[in-house]
């Protein structure tokens, strides 16, 4: 074992937790925390936060018979299972059945964290009978299922509302219907896969950026951010689309949107005010933006989820063109 690495399966301090565990790995270079969530109807929901350089996973799991999702949200990180390594980052996703194997990672951000969801065939089939669920074990069982592809923007839009919801109140219902989309979207979208360069320099210019990206502020000029970290700005573009898939403005809008869509499902929030958190002074500017990202309107997102309050947004958005109507007959 290379100094300074995590061992995941024995080397660890279990805490419970109403609902769930928690898993404490430490070392000399920092720790790995992973939060397990368990669930009534047949699923659980893993929350892996490293702030460590390099660890390994190995999964004793026996005869189980479970579907794993595992996504990347923040950061990024090589992976390998003693081959040829492969480059997780925000929306780079893993759908395999837990298996008797050994991972070895090596985080080349400040951090790097992911959500993992468990599906337990058994279960969460068994009283309506998933089919996208069991589409995803035929898939799992390929040997190619653990080449990551790329979950959809409104796959992410979905599981940062899982992020957001397992690190705040708890409520198992919408919690189940997060997880049934977020199957379907992963079945759907299995076979959008890139290519990415695998490097395993730690800290490279474009993960300092991402890094300066993903600690928030408002600040969109990515010119300015790369003067401020030393980066050359003419070759940043290329360098970090061959790691994160897209150029860093893209990435940043992205992460932006998917944090809007948690907070139009968890929120009762004007979706006027979550779009100007989101950087978009005007809402019908953020509309198009959230569309183009997540597939629909954001009203329409937010009805799917929490009819109610999308109710209660277009009747303030049939006054406020009322009113703006009217004030505009007054002065003509």
């Given amino acids: 074992m290379e100094e300074n690495e995590v061992k995941i399966y024995n080397d660890f301090r279990i805490t419970p937790f109403q609902g769930g565990f928690r898993y404490l790995l430490t070392n000399e270079g920092g720790q790995v925390t992973v939060d397990c969530h368990q669930f009534d109807s047949g699923f659980v929901v893993n929350h892996m936060r490293a702030e460590t350089r390099r660890f390994s996973n190995q999964n004793h799991v026996g005869e189980m018979n479970y579907i794993m999702i595992d996504v990347t949200i923040r950061g990024r990180m090589a992976i390998s299972g003693g081959g040829s390594a492969d480059s997780l980052f925000p929306g780079r996703t893993l759908i395999y059945h837990p298996m008797n194997v050994r991972a070895f990672m090596e985080v080349l951000t400040e951090s790097y964290e992911s959500i993992t969801v468990g599906i337990d065939l058994n279960r969460f089939c068994a009283e309506e009978g998933n089919p996208e669920a069991k589409g995803l074990e035929e898939f799992a069982s390929n040997p190619r299922s653990m080449m990551p592809f790329m979950l959809s923007g409104r796959g992410m839009a979905i599981l940062s509302a899982i992020r957001a919801m397992i690190t705040g109140s708890r409520d198992d219902g919408l919690m189940h219907r997060l997880v049934s989309d977020l199957v379907t979207e992963a079945r759907s979208c299995q076979d959008h896969r890139i290519k990415v360069h ?21 600040d969109q000029d990515i010119g300015r951010r790369c003067e401020e970290l030393g980066i050359d700005k003419y070759n940043i573009n290329r360098k970090f689309r061959c790691s994160y898939g897209v150029t860093p403005y893209a990435l940043y809008k992205k992460m932006r949107l998917w944090d809007a869509a948690a907070r139009l499902i968890l929120s009762d929030d004007p979706i006027g005010e979550v779009a100007k958190d989101a950087g978009y ?36 958005a049939v006054r406020r063109k009322t009113n703006s109507h009217f004030v505009s007959t007054f002065i003509d």
Wanted: glycine share 10%; proline share 5%.
């Fill in 281 to 316: 002074l005007k809402e019908g500017k953020f509309a198009s933006a959230f569309s183009k990202e997540v597939g629909c309107a954001p009203r329409s997102f937010r009805g799917e989820y929490r009819p109610g309050r999308a109710a209660k947004d277009h009747a303030r």
């Fill in 198 to 218: 695998s490097a395993t320099v730690f800290k490279e210019p474009q993960d300092i950026l991402y890094d300066s990206l993903a600690s928030g502020g408002s």
